[in-house]
């Protein structure tokens, strides 16, 4: 069989297959009478070998030394090419994401596209401070893709930074569907970083987000959630506030919830209830009773006046101290 047909029916081009004689990967088994060159069967075979081999990416030198050499032992070639063909997709999704977020950022001009791709750099540096100054450079003339901020505040661990994170996704608004999954993820980490970004965000669509997240299974979610709420006026997160109260996790924003959502009169005698409800559990200790007492300092009405002259003769000192100490505010000691 002559070079040509040999083309045609194997798809390596005539040039190519000169090439594979010249490094010895394949020779013709012998010429015609004019000098053509002649393929064998067993040539033609060797040649859809060698392009098997090449398509999985072994080198011509690597294909070489598979057919020929008796002694080669595929298994550790094959974990090599596993391992840069890991290397080679991690690569080319980090391009294509970065090229998706320039993308998502409507760039007018090089200019801009040159300003994203320095605070993309920025965002990912290894020093705190320069990812800060990015976050906080990100409301700039090159905003940052909410993908990318998103993505930086469910990994950022540095407090400051985060904060400036947040402080960025809130204003360039979106990436609460992001976020979502961030509540879902299997670390604990990312959880509270993703539900602290959405009480950052303002919007029904982050408070949506935010009654879901009072019924998350992760304390740490519900807990944050919980002010956030209480603090944009959803009453729904009182239970939850009031049993950060009893419990000591961040009470004094719990209880300045409370006092937000007290502003409405019909919510404040509900609340008062609730507090009374719960200082009537037997099961509570004298750190909580005080505590749930001094949430009634800022919950008006009948029904937490009427709870601090009872607690006014309560046993605890302390208790008793704080409501008289309470009354006398209120005008009623």
């Known amino acids: 069989m002559?070079?040509?047909?040999?083309?045609?029916?194997s798809g390596v081009s005539a040039r190519m297959l000169r090439h594979y004689e010249s490094l010895g990967l394949v020779r013709p088994t012998g010429r015609n009478d004019v000098?053509?060159?002649?393929?064998?069967?067993?040539?033609?075979?060797?040649?859809?070998?060698i392009e098997s081999l090449r398509s999985l990416g072994l080198s011509l030198r690597e294909v070489g030394r598979a057919l020929d050499d008796p002694g080669f032992s595929p298994a550790g070639?094959?974990?090599?090419?596993?391992?840069?063909?890991?290397?080679?997709?991690a690569s080319e999704t980090e391009l294509l994401t970065r090229l998706s977020r320039i993308g998502a950022a409507g760039p007018g001009d090089w200019e801009d596209v040159l300003r994203t791709v320095a605070l993309l750099q920025a965002l990912g540096s290894a020093s705190p401070g320069t990812r800060q100054r990015a976050a906080l450079s990100s409301a700039g003339d090159a905003p940052v893709p909410v993908e990318a901020l998103v993505e930086a505040v469910l990994s950022e661990p540095d407090p400051s930074v985060a904060g400036a994170l947040r402080w960025a996704l809130a204003r360039a608004g979106g990436g609460l569907p992001l976020l979502a999954e961030g509540l879902e993820s299997p670390l604990?980490?990312?959880?509270?970083?993703?539900?602290?970004?959405?009480?950052?965000?303002?919007g029904e669509a982050a408070n949506a987000l935010l009654?879901?997240?009072?019924?998350?299974?992760?304390?740490?979610?519900?807990q944050y959630a919980a002010p956030a709420l209480g603090a944009r006026g959803v009453a729904e997160a009182v239970p939850t506030l009031i049993g950060m109260v009893a419990e000591a996790v961040r009470d004094v924003d719990a209880a300045d919830a409370l006092?937000?959502?007290a502003a409405d009169p019909e919510t404040a005698?509900?609340?008062?209830?609730?507090?009374?409800?719960?200082?009537?559990?037997?099961?509570?200790?004298?750190?909580a009773r005080r505590r749930l007492t001094q949430a009634l300092a800022d919950i008006p009405g009948p029904t937490a006046t009427r709870a601090l002259g009872e607690l006014a003769e309560d046993g605890d000192r302390g208790v008793a101290g704080t409501a008289v100490y309470l009354l006398g505010l209120r005008g009623e000691g």
């Not at 005698?269 to 750190?287: K, N, Q, Y």
């Open 259 to 261: 006092g937000v959502l």
């Open 35 to 49: 000098g053509y060159r002649e393929y064998s069967g067993e040539d033609v075979r060797r040649i859809f070998h």
């Open 2 to 9: 002559l070079i040509g047909e040999v083309a045609r029916r």
């Open 188 to 202: 604990a980490a990312v959880r509270a970083r993703a539900v602290r970004a959405v009480a950052g965000i303002p």
């Open 269 to 287: 005698e509900r609340i008062a209830s609730a507090l009374v409800g719960r200082l009537a559990d037997p099961a509570l200790d004298a750190p």
């Open 77 to 89: 070639l094959v974990d090599d090419l596993a391992r840069r063909t890991r290397e080679r997709i």
């Open 211 to 222: 009654r879901d997240a009072l019924g998350h299974p992760d304390a740490a979610v519900h």
